[in-house]
């Protein structure tokens, strides 16, 4: 039976988002804060564009009784 083995990058994955964290600490040293500003915001859009194009349409609305 073959299974997904992304369960085992879990243990890594703090250790990953430090590494990425202090590489965009060095990249906005150099861009001063419009790097920095221009990540959260593509965050920002990424993480919208993902919550109502694609999971709200899916469950639709919680509604409570």
């Known amino acids: 039976v073959l ?9 890594a994955l703090a250790a990953f988002s430090v590494l990425v964290a202090l590489g965009w600490t060095r990249l906005t040293r150099r861009w001063s ?9 593509l965050t920002l859009v990424v993480n919208l564009t993902c919550l109502f194009g694609t999971l709200a349409p899916v469950y639709g609305v919680l509604r409570l009784p």
């Open 33 to 41: 804060g419009w790097a920095g500003l221009a990540v959260v915001l």
């Open 3 to 11: 299974q997904p083995q992304g369960r085992l990058l879990f243990p």
